[in-house]
């Protein structure tokens, strides 16, 4: 039995394709190139440039020089070619948040991972008790690779997205047998609510068992 290709839970549109598809970062094999690659930033909303404007302070020393020039020049993000808010970038294509440390990864260390830098700097503050800034990185980096469309009626369609270099990604999610939605559990909730999130797997609990998945 065939999937139906478009399914959908309250005003949210969903493509099959995030039930079906498996998927789990390697960054042992890609090093975060998702950070550096692309001819654009980060799709970012109006309340995200605000909370990204507050952490400049925190991650500002993780910056490159050239990243610094461009904030300094522009700001955090710009309006690309499709009219659409997203991240500054330097050289035509790395976001200006990207910055590069070692990383444990599955017992192996990671040498110069592309890293996020708000994310770098909410992870090292948000198990203190004087942590106060909730904000981790943009929403629209957290679901990758989901991506976002918003319509004018006020649905949202949820679609996913293939990238050749995320090819480890598709290869490790499919050894751990890992789909899309439950990798990433944490991002949908934070975009979605835990309500939501439970209708999902309880909509792919019943296709699995209808036989669809």
């Known amino acids: ?25 390697d960054l042992n094999a890609c ?4 950070c550096i690659e692309g001819d654009a930033g980060a799709p970012v909303t109006m309340d995200e440039i605000a909370e990204i404007e507050d952490m400049l302070d925190a991650v500002w020393a993780d910056l490159s020089a ?3 020039a461009v904030v300094d020049r522009q ?19 790395n976001c200006v948040f990207t910055c590069y440390d070692e990383l444990e990864v599955d017992g192996k260390t990671v040498n110069h991972c592309c890293l996020c830098a708000l994310e770098k700097a909410y992870r090292a503050t948000h198990h203190s008790p004087s942590a106060s800034h909730p904000f981790i990185k943009p929403i629209s980096c957290a679901l990758y690779p989901i991506r976002e469309k918003q319509f004018s009626d006020g649905t949202v369609a949820l679609n996913y997205h293939q990238w050749d270099i ?16 439950q990798f990433l559990k944490e991002p949908l909730i934070r975009r979605f609510g835990k309500e939501w999130y439970d209708e999902l797997c309880t909509l792919a609990d019943e296709l699995h068992r209808q036989g669809y998945l």
């Open 1 to 25: 039995m065939t999937v139906p290709p478009i399914l959908q839970i309250g005003d949210i549109l969903i493509s099959s394709d995030i039930l079906t598809e498996e998927f789990c970062c």
């Open 31 to 34: 090093k975060g190139a998702c």
């Open 66 to 68: 050239q990243a610094q």
């Open 75 to 93: 700001g955090v993000a710009y309006t690309d070619q499709e009219g659409d808010l997203v991240t500054s970038i330097v050289g035509g294509k």
């Open 166 to 181: 995320c090819r480890p990604a598709r290869e490790k999610g499919r050894s751990l047998h890992l789909p899309v939605y």
